[in-house]
């Protein structure tokens, strides 16, 4: 009698137990879905009818690379992945597994396929964070079939993934999710009385979920992170009541996603880099803002923004040049972020200055000749003589000081005979670079003359 009712209470507080440490796993966690059905966002790559989706459905899933940022869903997909197929599922994470159990994995994949028992689907999270060895260890095991992969990772696999691995992979790409997407999310896990806050009383204001959307940056993990802490910072018994000041409170400030090392930092430059050029003043500030405050290293901008300055700009505004430089001293001294008004200015200086690639395009086409000419030989007429013998072989024999001359210009030869008469630097009808064009004209016509 006594041990049934222990029995009958131990079940029972099994139950409970089971249901506290659900309850206690984040709401991100909670809220993960389990099918394709309540998946929300990437219509392009899992909507219905596409290929990823027929795909699972009719369990013949090849190797893929799922690449997307934090939080757009790549290891919730691998997931229901893994409730769907009828092939044997082994989830690795790139981080915190080596080589050995790789192999014990694969060793147990061969088996498995050997006694035709299932197929073996291998899920490594955070690929790129395996080196080249470490991919190649696998590379013959989907090569012949013996697993299926798939990869997640937030870095370009272009670059991250080896060539060979990604020539037998088709690669999906997840973007960020959009605000539709993440207002569904949020309102799914205040409805949700299973595993959400539904069986809470919360009252949310627009505004308040509008922040939190916006806030979130495409991240549904960061989404609920917030609801959640939203939620316990403003609960009172079993209600609670979100207003923008409690989101406002929980956030405190956006952490920008950045990797200086990753793709993201080559994106942003990009666009800094173009917008300059493109003579938008606003989107650079945005950009460099944006760069700033994700942490970037202001002396990367201050060269790149030195480079611009003669790159896309030149003789169009000599004074460009010496504004840029001016910037990296003032970084150099001043440091950040008392510095960060300095690179503004000179940013929008450059993107307000009148453009011209006139060097870059003189340096490739010397560069080239150099390159197929190779090494020529300085004309003698061009070579001091500071010994009599070269006086005597015919260094600097026939030159003549340009000082000597109207206009302080003379014409004589220059270039090797070989590239006598080739023009590099051609002056734009842009900003300065009209007078120098205008005078190099006056020049060659008094050589004609």
């Given at each position: 009698?006594?041990?049934?009712?222990?029995?009958?209470q131990?079940?029972?507080?099994?139950?409970?137990?089971?249901?506290?440490?659900?309850?206690?796993?984040?709401?991100?966690?909670?809220?993960?879905?389990?099918?394709?059905?309540?998946?929300?966002?990437?219509?392009?790559?899992?909507?219905?009818?596409?290929?990823?989706?027929?795909?699972?459905?009719?369990?013949?899933?090849?190797?893929?690379?799922?690449?997307?940022?934090?939080?757009?869903?790549?290891?919730?997909?691998?997931?229901?992945?893994?409730?769907?197929?009828?092939?044997h599922?082994?989830?690795?994470?790139?981080?915190?597994?080596?080589?050995?159990?790789?192999?014990?994995?694969?060793?147990?994949?061969?088996?498995?396929?050997?006694?035709?028992?299932?197929?073996?689907?291998?899920?490594?999270?955070e690929?790129?964070?395996?080196?080249?060895?470490?991919q190649?260890?696998?590379?013959?095991?989907?090569?012949?079939?013996?697993?299926?992969?798939?990869?997640a990772?937030?870095e370009?696999?272009?670059?991250?993934?080896?060539?060979?691995?990604?020539?037998?992979?088709?690669?999906?790409v997840?973007?960020?999710?959009?605000?539709?997407?993440?207002?569904?999310?949020?309102?799914?896990?205040?409805r949700?009385?299973?595993?959400?806050?539904?069986?809470?009383?919360?009252?949310?204001?627009?505004?308040?979920?509008?922040y939190?959307?916006?806030?979130?940056?495409?991240?549904?993990r960061?989404?609920?992170?917030?609801?959640?802490?939203?939620?316990?910072?403003?609960?009172?018994?079993?209600?609670?009541?979100i207003?923008?000041?409690?989101?406002?409170?929980?956030?405190?400030?956006?952490?920008?996603?950045?990797?200086?090392?990753?793709?993201?930092?080559?994106?942003?430059?990009s666009?800094?880099?173009?917008?300059?050029?493109?003579?938008?003043?606003?989107a650079?500030?945005?950009?460099l803002?944006?760069?700033?405050?994700?942490?970037?290293?202001?002396l990367?901008?201050?060269?790149?923004?030195?480079?611009?300055?003669?790159?896309?700009?030149?003789?169009?505004?000599?004074?460009?040049?010496?504004?840029?430089v001016?910037?990296?001293?003032?970084?150099?001294?001043?440091?950040?972020p008392?510095?960060?008004?300095?690179?503004?200015?000179?940013?929008?200086?450059?993107?307000?200055?009148?453009?011209?690639?006139?060097?870059?395009?003189?340096?490739?086409?010397?560069?080239?000749?150099?390159?197929?000419?190779?090494?020529?030989?300085?004309?003698?007429?061009?070579?001091?003589?500071?010994t009599?013998?070269?006086?005597?072989?015919?260094?600097?024999?026939?030159?003549?000081y340009?000082?000597?001359?109207?206009?302080?210009?003379?014409?004589?030869?220059?270039?090797?005979?070989?590239?006598?008469?080739?023009?590099?630097?051609?002056?734009?009808?842009?900003?300065?670079?009209?007078?120098?064009?205008?005078?190099?004209?006056?020049l060659?016509?008094?050589?004609?003359?």
């Amino acid at each position: 009698m006594s041990s049934r009712n222990f029995n009958g209470q131990k079940g029972l507080f099994d139950k409970r137990l089971n249901i506290e440490l659900e309850s206690s796993a984040p709401l991100a966690e909670r809220m993960r879905p389990d099918k394709l059905e309540d998946f929300v966002g990437q219509e392009e790559v899992i909507g219905l009818g596409s290929p990823l989706r027929r795909a699972i459905e009719e369990d013949r899933l090849v190797s893929i690379i799922l690449w997307g940022p934090p939080g757009s869903g790549k290891t919730t997909l691998a997931r229901i992945i893994a409730r769907m197929t009828r092939s044997h599922f082994v989830s690795f994470s790139a981080v915190v597994s080596g080589i050995p159990v790789l192999k014990k994995v694969i060793k147990e994949a061969i088996d498995r396929r050997k006694y035709n028992l299932q197929r073996t689907i291998l899920f490594v999270d955070e690929i790129h964070r395996f080196n080249k060895t470490q991919q190649d260890a696998f590379l013959p095991y989907v090569e012949n079939g013996t697993i299926i992969l798939i990869g997640a990772t937030t870095e370009n696999p272009s670059f991250e993934v080896n060539s060979p691995l990604l020539s037998r992979s088709t690669v999906y790409v997840l973007k960020p999710l959009s605000r539709d997407d993440l207002k569904k999310i949020i309102e799914r896990a205040l409805r949700d009385k299973q595993k959400g806050l539904g069986r809470y009383k919360i009252k949310i204001e627009p505004q308040a979920l509008d922040y939190m959307v916006d806030m979130a940056g495409g991240d549904a993990r960061v989404a609920l992170n917030i609801l959640e802490l939203s939620f316990f910072n403003a609960r009172k018994g079993n209600s609670a009541h979100i207003t923008s000041s409690v989101v406002a409170r929980v956030i405190q400030k956006r952490v920008l996603r950045y990797d200086k090392a990753g793709e993201e930092h080559y994106n942003l430059i990009s666009a800094f880099h173009k917008s300059m050029r493109d003579s938008d003043p606003d989107a650079c500030v945005y950009w460099l803002v944006r760069m700033l405050e994700a942490g970037e290293d202001p002396l990367y901008i201050a060269r790149r923004m030195v480079r611009f300055a003669s790159e896309d700009i030149g003789n169009a505004d000599p004074g460009a040049l010496q504004i840029a430089v001016a910037a990296m001293q003032a970084v150099q001294f001043l440091g950040m972020p008392e510095a960060n008004l300095a690179l503004c200015q000179a940013a929008t200086y450059l993107a307000c200055a009148p453009k011209s690639n006139t060097l870059y395009r003189a340096y490739l086409k010397a560069k080239e000749d150099i390159e197929k000419t190779g090494s020529l030989p300085v004309p003698l007429i061009m070579r001091n003589a500071p010994t009599p013998l070269m006086e005597k072989i015919g260094y600097g024999r026939g030159y003549r000081y340009a000082h000597d001359f109207p206009e302080g210009y003379v014409k004589q030869q220059h270039l090797p005979p070989e590239l006598e008469g080739r023009v590099y630097y051609e002056p734009t009808e842009h900003g300065y670079e009209k007078h120098i064009k205008r005078r190099m004209e006056k020049l060659r016509k008094m050589d004609k003359d």
